[in-house]
């Protein structure tokens, strides 16, 4: 799993505070009463995901038949505690403020939408800059928050968020231009997004350094199917291989039904460096590639 210490900053996004400040973990946070901080108590913290797995017997023999497997979304469990400072635990109207901005920011993640959760944090021994920032985007409420609180010590909250996607991704987005290099930083594949601009009436993007010459993962798009189209310049298809979806400009026509379905993938960028080849069906545009290194 992508995190070695509960010690380093965290940032916490929440749809009911868009457009506001980040809630930080671990760094001291201003309330109107005073300064405190939301420590994370490490060994009730933890980063899971689960195998989806199926498997049979054999047929009148031992052994069993493994099919393949998949893994499900990541899970982050968060035990919070709140403290005034590294020595005092928070009290009276500190404890009040602090309880009561870190449950509007949890109860905002119970049905965000995309772009409105995230939780961010520096892997043990990164520097300060995003560029090194790990997280879990587009996250939600899995359980509803627990409060505790034991005398004489701190009044925690614990909490599990969840996401759709099943690794932790850089919080720094690149944007390699197609053709070219595109390279996966991560120790596992990732999903990109595949920005092709017109004017075309169809492409091919191919990764060639996957496979061999007739097995490389390939994109095909055919404007002259039924119900799809060419795409003008300085137009676009969006192409967004998680969700296995492709828009014109990012949200109008839908031209899935322009997708060569018989020799297409959504195909992932392995770690490492890809080779990615584009080929039109006419003058093309500057296209690009959005990516985020992923880990498992």
Known sequence: MPLADWTVPFELTSAVYAGATTLSFNTPVVFSSGTGTYFLRGDGCALNNQVRQTKDFVPQEDGAILHRRFTGGMEMNLAIQLWENDTQIACDTLLQEMLDELMGYLYGLLNACDNEGRVSWLPDGGSSTSSTARM?????????????????SPFEVNVTVDTAW????????????????????????????????????????????VGTATTHPQFKYDGSLPGAMAIAGGDYIEINTFKNTAYRNGNLTNLKPGIVMLSSEFFTIPPGSNTITLTYGGAGGASVGLINAAWA
Do not use: C, H, M
């Open 136 to 152: 879990l985007e587009d996250i939600r409420l899995l359980s509803y928050p627990v409060e505790s609180q034991q005398p004489g």
């Open 166 to 209: 099943p690794y932790a991704a850089d919080l720094t987005q690149l944007g390699p231009s197609v053709p070219g290099a595109v390279v996966n930083n991560g120790n596992r594949p990732t999903f990109p997004v595949w920005k092709i601009y017109g004017p075309f009436n169809s492409f091919t993007l191919t990764n060639t350094s």
